[in-house]
């Protein structure tokens, strides 16, 4: 009873304390990069960054670009304009303390005043908290949070390999502690990069299960921007734009690694997702796949993807409005069509995308004795964060991961969400079943599109 008692004045509560935040947010200033695009786009950064007449540049990148020879191009640029830089390559997946630290003392034994970042997010990442500390001479750790160093971080420019994480336009850094197994944010205005570089021939190399994963990352970036509680024009833009061109590009991008056409549109989509969910934010699917990659060290953009239409499924009565006009962004249904079925469809579309790109739909990794503390962790990142457009009640999260437990059956989380929310839970969850039995067209394959796959 303490327990329905306790989600039940979360889901009335929360919510509301969340609206009067995003008051705050939709006028906070955030400042946008120069985005350079296109193939050599990250020379063209190089050069310009060598202009700019730095004293000297910590490049952050990691061992496998670096043995790829990915960044080579860019060192011969800065060398043939005589500026000075150090190489940091040794960032590994989610930027682990002990590394961040090791960057610290490197950027400062070097005399550093900017940053490059180059490589995924975690790499990208890695610069933003180096240089933030750096420049406060904190320790990570009380970094953790919002605003939380006096001092602005040295400029910083990023060139993403991937296209998911948007990080080369956000506020935000995830770091992760190997002592808690926890993934932590730092977040600040200042941490946005200065000018970045969206260079597609970076990318044709990709291997296919990390081009899926990186592009759901996106997806879920956008999705959760839009059906959030903190969307404004112009993010609802950003987002629902980023959704057309990962649902065009994305097939294409791992049927093809070296369609440049589709690298560039993927890079584009995850930056206008980047710029969404920097001001809109994100939501339960973020808050779960984090404590799954502190957990186990999955992929965040795996995480993200395999969480996505369980999130979606339990939710959907409660943003209907909202996914039918994704579906329909999407081309997986016409303006016009049932509201109800088109939100089905849309949530049905997302679960057909990742089987389309080799998305799992269990994650392999998940014990069922981790769940309780899993779903206790994610709500409290949830509640003290996200303005997520229903709360999540522990016994739901939990039923939810009971669902994506490999070779088990999954429950229906919706009913059991309901008992432990408010009323308007309740309506939603009833709502959703209802139309979950309704007949509706089988969702189309996401790889056919009709729309043309060479426009953005």
Known sequence: MANLIGDMAR????????????????????????????????LRLAQALADFGHKKVFVVTDAVIVKLGLLQPVLDTLDAAGAAYVVFDTVTPDAPIPVIESGIAR???????????????????????????????????????????????PPIYAVPTTAGTGSEVTVAAVISDPETHLKLVVADTRLVPRMAALDPALMTGL?????????????THAVEAYIGEWGTPYTDRMALAAVAMIYRHLPRACA????????????????YAGLAFTRANVGNVHAIAHQLGGRYGTPHGLANAIVLPAVLHWCGAAVQAKLATLAVRAGVGEAGEDEAELAQRFVASVADMNRAVGIPAELAALRPDDIPALARAACAEADANYPVPL???????????????????????RRRAAKATTKVAKTAAGKTAKTTKARSPKPRNPLNRRTSPATG
């Not at 291997?207 to 997806?219: F, H, K, R, V, Y």
């Not at 056409?261 to 930056?271: G, H, K």
Request: glycine share 10%.
């Open 11 to 42: 889901a009335v509560g929360l919510p509301r304390l969340k609206r009067a935040a995003g008051v705050v947010t939709r006028r906070l200033p955030i400042p946008q990069p120069l985005l350079m695009v296109g193939p050599g786009a990250s």
């Open 107 to 153: 950027y400062t034994a070097e005399g550093c005043d900017a940053l490059l970042a180059f490589g995924g997010g975690s790499v990208m990442d890695a610069a933003k908290v180096i240089g933030l500390a750096a420049a406060n001479r904190k320790h990570p750790r009380e970094l953790v949070g919002y605003f939380k160093g006096l001092r602005a971080p």
């Open 207 to 219: 291997p296919a299960p990390i081009t899926a994963a990186t592009g759901m990352d996106a997806l």
């Open 256 to 271: 093809k690694p070296g369609d440049l056409v589709a690298r560039e549109q993927m890079a584009l989509a995850s930056t």
């Open 391 to 413: 709360v999540m009640s522990t016994t739901a999260c939990e039923s939810l991961l009971l669902g994506l437990l490999p070779d088990k059956p999954k429950p229906a989380p």
